[in-house]
């Protein structure tokens, strides 16, 4: 699977828009881009997303740049239960042996009042 | 429906002894992974299985760990021997498809 680059953390005031940014630059065509979060002392929890076109539901948005090489996660207007730590993840998503689903570091989000 | 559910929620055991953590998928889902967490720490990958086909068990830390999925329903993670280094909570996840993960509340296992 690709690799992906996020960074290590970010703020964002209440009410605010966060975009979360992430790197993955070694992209293959066939593989799609997830995002998910965990929140403190919980699971891990799916939020969205898409193959090359923009993508919205009722958590958040995804934007994926044309060249497929990078995308933004939107939270559109942050809340502090949004504090967490965001994973950004590619892969084929036909579910074939041997394409695990690896979780990297990913971007600790604060949201503060 | 019903979610990914996991048993034990707690487990504590003794250095040597072995345990069983049972996942029970989300009906219909084909896909079914095996996560650990320790305290402060990131996902780790340790096996994924996908409808009939071999598992992925590269994550796997040693021999002391091992997984079934029988009838590709029901996985059971078995740890033989437990060392203090195994304590950690261990997620399981299903999916269907290119689906998000969904993932079980986890068993939070304590080797003494």
């Known amino acids: 699977d690709a690799k992906t680059t996020q960074p290590t953390s970010m703020d964002c005031a209440e009410g605010r828009a966060a975009n979360l940014p992430c790197n993955h630059s070694t992209i293959s065509g066939n593989e799609y881009v997830y995002w998910y979060r965990q929140i403190h002392s919980q699971g891990p929890q799916y939020i969205i997303h898409g193959l090359k076109n923009n993508e919205t539901n009722e958590m958040a948005s995804l934007i994926i740049t044309e060249d497929r090489k990078s995308s933004t996660l939107i939270l559109p207007h942050a809340t502090l239960r949004d504090t967490a730590v965001y994973y950004c993840?590619?892969?084929?998503?036909?579910?074939?042996?041997?394409?695990?689903?690896?979780f990297g570091k990913g971007t600790t989000l604060s949201v503060s009042s | 429906g019903a979610g990914v559910s996991q048993s034990p929620s707690n487990k504590v055991t003794e250095k040597g002894k072995d345990v069983e953590l049972r996942c029970d998928p989300i009906s219909g889902h084909t896909a079914l992974y095996w996560y650990r967490q320790s305290l402060g720490q990131g996902l780790e990958f340790l096996i994924y299985?996908?409808?009939?086909?071999?598992?992925?068990k590269s994550g796997l830390p040693s021999d002391r760990f091992s997984a079934e999925r029988t009838g590709g329903s029901v996985s059971t993670l078995t740890i033989q021997r437990t060392q203090q280094e195994d304590s950690a909570v261990y997620l399981c996840?299903?999916?269907?498809?290119?689906?998000?993960?969904?993932f079980g509340p986890g068993t939070r296992l304590t080797v003494l």
């Open positions: 299985f996908q409808g009939n086909s071999a598992p992925d």
């Open positions: 996840a299903s999916s269907h498809n290119n689906a998000g993960l969904k």
């Open positions: 993840i590619v892969r084929v998503p036909r579910n074939q042996a041997g394409t695990a689903l690896i």
